[in-house]
């Protein structure tokens, strides 16, 4: 007899069918006479409820149902009297296949975040957990859907690389030399024309610079992937590997890039709304009772467009009104998540995008406005969570561009290949980055990082 997934059962299993299921078994309870068993299987949230007749089965095989364990069971679906929904198994047979041992540290409610961190190799069986991978896979599928129905090509771009896209040197190197036996020059910096790729390489911060070859060809494109930043923020925002999804689009300024941006939050939002309504209305219940309310909000809400130097002036009044602040607030700061915080939940109640930046505190590659103090860089702040979202219109003039790198003192000798695009028919272009991890901070409600991703990495945890 062939499987049937524990959803499916639930979607359109009737009364009277014969059904197989396998899972793990979440509880076990009952009397003398009847067990029951809840078990889960990964396909939904909802355990399917297992009778048991303790008559009917071997002793020693029931005493190994225990939680934890893996078992297949067989039975009749019958109406459901107790368990809350609205089937449940009569079992006829039941066979363990992975008994669990005692030792098993989820046998309680109740584990703290920290608890779990340190079993994330088996926190996916928690009803949490699940909740969370499961809207984990169904928002790369909404990313990828928005996208593809909008004409964008999903463009693959190197994880290892020689140039740093953000200028911020926080990359992990990438080499395979004998790190006991370095070879030296005369002046003893490292030498790397022996290293296997001839040259210094990192993991990449960030898709972007490749992403713009291909926009300038394809027209639009999007990446999405891994990528790799050695900051050592210890915050509940921060990751050293994470996902991001960079689009790039060409003949698109700053009024088409924020536009989208806020297309794309919203679809994807929606999306979770409309396809993850049982992990959703977990969540909402157990980890974050405003959750629904806020995903709502956030769909039917325009989102605020704010420049930098307004922005200023309202962190500026709020602190003539007595807010007081950790960090200092004055034109050309790189604002704080505070600040950030503070515009979105306190003074607009609404997610806020920032434009304008001043050129010191954003990335080389920015378009410069005409004052010559600002760039058209573009962060989407949200609720909760802060940056969601940084992107910006580039600077298609090849004099700027170049004139910008130098300033920066960036190498050019690994940057030919991204100028020869302002040198060969260059073209108005912008793109932005949204960070996965924070996108489902947001849709999950989960408060730290470390919880939306299945095994994180961050400053002196690599463990799994
Ligand atoms: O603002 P960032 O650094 O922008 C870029 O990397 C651009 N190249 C994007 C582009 O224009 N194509 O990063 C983009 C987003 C941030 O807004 C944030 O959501 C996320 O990536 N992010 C991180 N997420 C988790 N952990 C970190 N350490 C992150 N750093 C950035
Ligand atoms: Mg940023």
Redesign the pocket.
Known sequence: MRRTKIADIFKSGKAGETVLVKGWVRTRRGSKQVSFIALNDGSTIINLQIVVDIDKFDEEMLKLITTGACISAEGTLVESQGSGQSVEVQATAIEVLGPCDSTYPLQKKGHTWEFLRDIAHLRPRTNTFGAIFRIRHNMAIAIHKFFHEKGFYYFHTPIITASD??GAGQMFQVTTQNLYNLQKDENGNIRYDGDFFGKQTSLT??G?LE?ELAATALGAIYTFGP?F?A?N?NTP????E?W?I?P?IAFCDLQDLMDLEEEFIKYCVQWALDNCADDLAFLNKMVDNGLIERLKSVVGTEFVRLPYTEGIKILEEAIANGHKFEFPVYWGCDLASEHERYLVETHFKKPVIMIDYPAEIK?FYMKQNADGKTVQGT?VLFPQIG??????VREENYDKLMKRIEELHIPMKDMWWYLDTRKYGTCPHA?????F??LLLFVTGMAN?RDVIPFPRTPGKAEF
């Open positions: 896209c953000e911060v960030s972007q992403g990528t930043r900051e923020s925002r921060h990751l050293a994470f991001m960079e790039e990335a962060d940056e969601i979202i940084g992107g910006s793109g932005f980055g949204l960070g991890e924070r990082i």
